[in-house]
């Protein structure tokens, strides 16, 4: 036994059933140890960078450790950008990366680089294997480190030499307990729950703020039962989408700059306390901390990361724990104090009129004959017609803001991948093969747009070989529209490189193996979600849409903006 198939045994038996990658001349030692363990299923990618984004979204909707893999040179540069997504996204994946000889280093040998200190820039944890007696050791301390704590990214370098090298009787047991993440949960210090629930119990309009760790942590039940039982409002962060139903009356959607409904943004501005939990409060959630004022409002803060607890807002109360178990231990001490309970009803019932009329403000733009399609009748066909257990891969873009604002997720829980660390393009159509193989037999809808489709349109090819039942809905206004909506309302109107020829986005489609088909009277976009849900084969769904320039999508500054234009023509 080699230190390559020594590394796959300890995956198989920590549990490992799915590796997303794609070969190269320094992997083929771990490619003949995984033939031979069959069990874990290879899928081949047509890109490192693709490789990266299946396993961060298969994190994300699995709840267990995602794994990647690539060669070395070029291989290791590639997947750079979705180990930063996963990384910032607190998503638990593993990343392999092969590597040239360590007997060889300094020789300059074709694709040498220091790839321990690339990823160290953008991983929880950077290791390059230097000695077969240590790769066991190093592979199970990097699923710890990556499924623990505040999860994210364990690196791991295999040079080529030491996985031809005997495996030196090292030991191969694997740690499936360690797999599903959080791996090991941490519970608050008493004194701290008591002093946020003394904060809670005298507050007049609290609203919590929930962020990715709650969703990570599958801290929904713990949530929904305290923000219920105490008639508090809850917002979430993009990445936080879940962590409630938004069909509770205590659900007003996600807050700050994308993807937020105005009444929202504004209860955030009303309370007097945030509850923040497993948010790391950034520009976006927080519209550059504007959201709420710092003086305004008191805080109490639950994270498991301690470093990220009064960094930005200064924690009247702060709590270092899982959220799971926080929110069970808050739950219990908030019942024993006097509470304004009843006195929010009032105000849940105020949101819920806001809430419906958002809708109905968003079925009659929907509604609007005429022109290209507006993104509001592509999500309106989808609250109509997927199964509320649907899956959502999403692009930055257009697909981001109308997915937070415009659907609407009936349960908690894990529904929804969106790349809110870096908003890196091409996500979608790689994430949703990740996503089918975490969602458990649960349907996976992807939704990308133009700019996104040239970063990762490869992949449609995988999509075909593996006969995924996936549709992609594809945003079409032959731009790059997040950039050119910035042109429009900041920058005079000066349009300068954001604009595409048109293309035959569907009949590339089925080049690779797709069903597809254009549309582009809004009439029939139903009919074609439809067609692609009932067909149980890959589609991909061509959708000539409005750009960002007149119709403004639901992003605070630009409606802002446009608000602005509007009052002083």
């Known amino acids: 036994m080699n230190t390559a198939e020594a590394i796959v045994r300890i995956l198989s038996d920590s549990g490992v059933r799915h590796i997303f990658g794609l070969p190269g001349d320094t992997s083929m030692e771990l490619y003949d140890a995984l033939y031979r363990h069959r069990e874990i299923q290879h899928i081949m990618t047509r890109d490192e960078r693709s490789a990266g984004f299946m396993a961060d979204a298969y994190a994300r909707i ?25 990384q910032g996204s607190s998503s ?9 000889p360590v007997s060889q280093d300094g020789r300059n040998v074709l694709t040498e680089m220091d790839q321990e200190a690339l990823f160290a820039a953008i991983a929880k944890w950077s290791h390059r294997i230097k000695s077969p007696e240590t790769a066991a050791d190093v592979v199970r301390r990097a699923i710890r480190v990556a499924t623990s704590g505040r999860p994210g990214v364990s690196s791991i370098i295999l040079p080529e030499d030491i996985l031809e090298s005997p495996a030196a009787d090292q030991p191969t047991y694997g740690l499936p307990e360690n797999i599903d993440c959080p791996s090991a949960r941490v519970r608050p210090d008493p004194d701290a729950v008591n002093q946020a629930a003394d904060l809670i119990s005298t507050a007049v309009k609290p609203i919590i703020v929930a962020g990715g760790g709650v969703v990570r942590s ?13 008639n508090i409002p809850v917002a979430t962060s993009v990445n936080g989408k879940g962590s409630v139903s938004e069909e509770s ?12 409904r105005p009444y929202a943004n504004e209860t955030l501005r009303e309370a007097d306390v945030m509850i923040l939990i497993g948010t790391r409060t950034n520009s976006v959630t927080t519209l550059n901390w504007t959201l709420p004022s710092r003086e305004s409002i008191s805080v109490v803060q639950i994270d498991i990361d301690a470093g990220q607890v009064g960094r930005h807002y200064r924690a009247d109360a702060s709590i270092v ?15 024993l104090r006097t509470t304004n309970v009843q006195d929010r009803k009032a105000w849940l019932a105020e949101l819920a009129n806001h809430k419906q ?3 109905d403000q ?21 609250r109509k017609v997927l199964d509320p257990e649907t899956v959502i891969v999403a692009d930055p873009g257009t697909p981001t803001p109308f997915t937070g604002a415009e659907y609407p997720l009936k349960y908690a829980g894990r529904y929804t991948a969106i790349p809110r660390a870096h908003g890196g393009l091409g996500f979608a159509i790689p994430g949703v093969i990740g996503a089918h193989y975490g969602a458990d037999g649960r349907r996976v809808v992807g939704l990308t747009g133009d ?23 594809h945003f079409n206004n032959s731009e790059y529209g997040w950039i050119k909506e910035l042109q429009h309302l900041f920058h005079g109107e000066r349009y300068f490189s954001v604009d595409f020829n048109r293309v035959d986005y569907a009949g590339i489609a089925r080049g690779f193996g797709l069903e597809a088909v254009q549309v582009t009277d809004p009439d029939d976009v139903e009919r074609a979600v439809q067609t692609a849900l009932d067909s149980g084969k890959p589609w991909f769904i061509d959708v000539v849409s409005e750009s960002p320039l007149t119709e403004t999508p639901p992003v605070a500054t630009w409606q802002a903006a446009e608000a602005a234009r509007s009052a002083a023509s």
């Open 451 to 473: 700019g996104s489709f040239g970063f990762s349109v490869g992949e449609l090819e995988t999509i075909s070989r593996l006969d995924l039942p996936i549709p992609i809905i």
């Open 218 to 230: 599958g801290a929904w039940d713990e949530l929904t039962m305290l923000a219920e039982s105490m």
């Open 62 to 86: 699995s709840g267990r450790l995602g794994i990647c893999e690539g060669p070395s040179g070029g291989g290791s540069t590639y997947v750079v950008p979705a180990v930063a997504e996963a």
């Open 92 to 100: 638990p994946v593993l990343s392999f990366t092969t590597d040239t």
């Open 362 to 382: 968003a079925e009659s733009r929907a509604s609007e004959p005429g022109g290209a399609i507006k993104p509001q009748r592509v999500f309106s066909v989808l």
């Open 249 to 260: 009356a205590v659900s007003i959607g996600v807050v700050g700059g994308n993807g937020a």
């Open 357 to 359: 009329d958002y809708f």
């Open 321 to 335: 724990g899982d959220a799971k178990l926080v929110l069970r231990d808050l739950l219990d001490a908030v019942n």
